[in-house]
């Protein structure tokens, strides 16, 4: 299965120069949703034209929409983020000493939790397709926040547009992306916070890697494609770094990298039947391969040329 030529068609770029790298799992849980039946995995995928790694499954975009509608996510946010940091210090140093009014605006904003966070002398906007979290997101932060692209009036530009943890739901990164640059500023800069389909452990763990497990994942990016997509589009590149997406002890991660290692090893079946043991109430648990065990985030800043 590794790096065989497949032919299937990128959802980026429509290249079919493109490799298999494996079979991903069968999920019975969607964006925290337990679901059944099991969504089947379909292929992991490479395209070596613009670089993004890809599911390749019978979902299309408008069955992943129909599955994210129907409520809220059962998920509890996680605080003490390290995207959320990395933005907030961008924000913080890059507009400190700026007299005029900026605007910035949250792609996938969900329930406001960061826009909560940004100083507010900033005019601060949000874009939520969950009518449910766009509802939460304007108690909790009496802001604007739209349900639709569309909704966005047509004049009203930004200085700065983040989305973080959102690109990897979004079948094609350049099409989701594009638009986004028609609403910024000549000055403004578009921030992109995702998993990083260039960390060592993705390639070493292929399809087993914990951030390409969840369905509701489709297309996967790093610095390589940022390149590309910086160069096609006119842009400058004016941070991009890779991070860890929380903080921990490093025996922990030492801890973590070795039973990814042995839970690799292992089939799936087996995987769930020790967890299953261990913990008796819950047959659903998996261990996540490489997951805190290494900076498998990364943080990319575009700036208009
Ligand atoms: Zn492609």
Not at 82 to 94: A, P
Not at 104 to 111: E, K, P, V
Not at 141 to 162: E, S
């Amino acid at each position: 299965m590794q790096n065989k030529k497949s032919g299937i068609i990128c959802n980026n770029c429509k290249s079919t120069n493109t490799f298999t790298l494996g079979q991903l799992p069968n999920v019975s849980e969607f964006a925290g949703k337990k679901i059944q039946p099991a969504i089947i995995g379909g292929l992991l995928v490479q395209c070596s034209s613009c670089n993004i790694k890809f599911r390749h499954s019978e979902l299309e975009q408008a069955d992943l929409n129909d599955l994210y509608d129907g409520g809220i996510s059962e998920w509890t946010v996680a605080e003490n983020r390290n995207d959320w940091k990395l933005l907030l210090k961008f924000i913080q140093t890059r507009y400190s000493n700026q007299k005029k009014e900026i605007s910035i605006l949250d792609i996938g904003c969900n329930r406001g939790e960061v826009l909560a966070k940004i100083d507010s002398k900033h005019k601060r906007y949000g874009l939520e397709i969950n009518s449910t979290a766009a509802a939460y997101a304007r108690k909790k932060t009496d802001l604007t926040i739209w349900t639709d692209y569309d909704k966005i009036p047509a004049k009203l530009k930004f200085d700065l547009i983040y989305s973080t943890d959102v690109i990897e739901h979004l079948s094609s990164p350049n099409a989701f992306l594009e638009p986004l640059l028609e609403l910024l500023n000549d000055d403004g800069v578009l921030v992109v916070s995702t998993g990083d389909a260039d960390n060592a452990l993705s390639k070493i763990f292929g399809a087993k890697w914990w951030y390409y497990y969840f369905p509701e994942h489709v297309a996967f990016i790093s610095k390589r494609w940022a390149q590309l997509f910086a160069n096609s589009n006119n842009l400058d590149i004016i941070n991009s770094s890779t991070f860890y997406y929380h903080d921990l002890p490093v025996f922990k991660r030492f801890k973590l990298l070795v039973m990814s290692f042995i839970f690799s090893l292992i089939d799936s079946s087996l995987h769930k039947r020790i967890l299953g043991f261990i913990n008796k109430n819950d047959t659903s648990l998996r261990f996540q391969i490489g997951k805190g065990v290494s900076k498998d985030h990364v943080f990319i800043v575009f700036q208009k040329k």
